[in-house]
């Protein structure tokens, strides 16, 4: 069988739930990435059966996840992140939860080539209610760093992880190349990154590891981020 990493559910509100379900559906194993934030929320809901509506396949099973680790896509190794996100309370039990922490636990975990594909199903845009003129030097380069660098560092860190023809997806918004008033902060200029960064690492790392690396330009969906943008 295969297996499923998806990076980006913390609730089954949003396109990683789905997506994670959908290959679950068709026979992969699939272990995700949390925001160390939610994961604790997450963890509670799932155990109390708040999610089992979701969870349900068409014959009446679960959906379940192999594993679920904490990942902060903000960091490429535990090192990079501020002392003060180390020591806050959501972080410090959670063992590395950067993306070089997650590819040596998927190792420790699976073995050396563990993955067959890898979905990034993230963003985060905190200043997004702001036009881009009125977003700071701060919102911007978050919003790029975590929407958009960290497909640039999973690629990096998980290319080596994955089996020969592994696949990397991630999810876009065609306000990359069209004026949409509304997705501000950095939001649009994130997507125009990560839309011309799936074609350089398709050429870089199709070459180096055999994979391919896509993005899919979704359609609107009421998910928790979403909302946030008044979908
Ligand atoms: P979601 O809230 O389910 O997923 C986002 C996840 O990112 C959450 O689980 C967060 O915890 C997680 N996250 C945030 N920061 C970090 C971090 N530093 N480290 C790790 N995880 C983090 O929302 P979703 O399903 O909407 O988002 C999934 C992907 O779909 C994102 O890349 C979105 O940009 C993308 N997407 C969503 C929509 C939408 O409508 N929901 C659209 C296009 C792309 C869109 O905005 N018309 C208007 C708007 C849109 C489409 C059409």
Request: charged share 25%; aromatic share 8%; proline share 4%.
């Amino acid at each position: 069988g295969r297996r499923a990493l998806v990076a980006g559910v913390a609730d089954d509100g949003g396109f990683g739930f789905a997506i994670a379900k959908a290959l679950a559906q068709a026979g992969a194993k699939v272990c995700v990435g949390t925001w160390p934030p939610a994961l604790g929320i997450f963890q509670t809901l799932l155990r109390r059966g708040k999610m089992d509506e979701s969870r349900k396949f068409a014959d009446g099973s679960l959906l379940e996840f192999e594993k679920i680790y904490a990942l902060d896509a903000a960091f490429d190794t535990l090192e990079s992140a501020p002392a003060e996100v180390r020591e806050n309370k959501r972080y410090k039990e959670q063992g590395d939860f950067s993306i070089a922490g997650l590819a040596a636990q998927l190792t420790a975990d699976f073995g050396e080539q563990p993955l067959d594909i890898v979905v990034h199903s993230l963003a985060n845009g905190p200043e997004v209610k702001k036009p881009l003129l009125e977003t700071s030097r701060a919102g911007y380069l978050e919003a790029v760093g975590v929407s958009a660098y960290s497909m640039v560092s999973m690629v990096a860190k998980f290319a080596p992880l994955m089996k020969k023809d592994g696949s990397f997806v991630s999810l876009t918004y065609m306000a990359s190349e069209r004026v949409i008033p509304g997705y501000g902060g950095g939001m649009s200029s994130a997507k125009a990154a990560l839309e011309s960064d799936t074609r350089v690492l398709a050429y870089e790392a199709g070459r180096k590891y055999g994979v391919r690396v896509n993005t899919i330009s979704a359609g609107p969906w009421a998910s928790r981020a979403a909302s946030a943008i008044g979908i």
